[in-house]
């Protein structure tokens, strides 16, 4: 079973800063079928960023996805206040045929 | 627009059974595979289970195997996840979710706004 680790398990950081949020794959992983979704409290996960690097519709461009094999990560070049939320990396494939990262939460300073 | 709605949770004693439901509008829904994801309060995100759109072919995680059934009712627009002999680590909100068509890069695209199942004595 491939696990992802997220790290770290909460950033504090000031609207206006860059960040970039890890995902790290157990095994390797097919660039394609690594997604980020953004989940604020109280509300389901949205989708952000699907294989690996390219942008859900609507989503800002200050949101940014790279990565390949087992290192994944999600940048977001100016923080803005609607931001701050949880953020979850997903693979497809294998088995369980769908597998989640812990999370990321980042919270403002 | 695209919307699911899940209905159907609530409070369950351990060992007992709930049936929750997905109803979707805005899309054609028999095309799209529908999945049940959930999620612990304050903690992260796990696949349930996943039906495709015919409702042919159907997967778990082994953790629910043998205790859920997915199923969907295309006329109806809807998808089902019976749960029996439930445990106290079934505690939840669920989500139903749509995975994409598209791509075929296996990820959710709509999320429902999840239902809480908590099982408990």
């Known amino acids: 079973e491939i696990v992802l680790t997220q790290s770290p398990g909460t950033l504090s950081l000031s609207p206006g800063e860059r960040v970039t949020l890890s995902c790290r794959a157990s095994?390797?992983?097919?660039?394609?079928?690594l997604a980020w979704y953004q989940q604020k409290p109280g509300q389901a996960p949205r989708l952000l960023i699907y294989g690996t690097s390219s942008r859900a519709s609507g989503v800002p461009d200050r949101f940014s996805g790279s990565g390949s094999g087992t290192d994944f990560t999600l940048t977001i070049g100016r923080v803005e206040p609607e931001d701050f939320a949880v953020y979850h990396c997903?693979?497809?494939?294998?088995?369980?045929?769908?597998?989640f990262g812990q999370g990321t939460k980042l919270e403002m300073k | 627009e695209v919307q699911l709605e899940e209905s159907g949770g609530g409070l369950v004693k351990p060992g007992g059974s709930l049936r929750l439901s997905c109803a979707a509008s805005?899309?054609?829904?028999?095309?799209?595979?529908i999945n049940w994801i959930r999620q612990v309060p304050g903690k992260g995100l796990e696949w349930v289970a996943s039906?495709?759109?015919?409702?042919?072919?159907?997967y778990y995680r082994d953790s629910v195997k043998g205790r859920f059934t997915i199923s969907r009712d295309n006329a109806k627009t809807s998808v089902y996840l019976q749960m029996s002999s439930l445990r106290a680590e079934d505690t939840a909100v669920y989500y139903c979710a749509r995975r994409e068509l598209d791509t075929g890069y296996g990820y959710f695209d709509y999320w429902g706004h999840g239902i809480l199942v908590t099982v408990s004595s």
């Open positions: 997903q693979r497809y494939g294998g088995s369980p045929m769908y597998t």
């Open positions: 039906i495709d759109s015919s409702g042919r072919y159907i």
């Open positions: 805005g899309f054609t829904f028999s095309r799209y595979s």
């Open positions: 095994q390797s992983v097919d660039s394609n079928y």
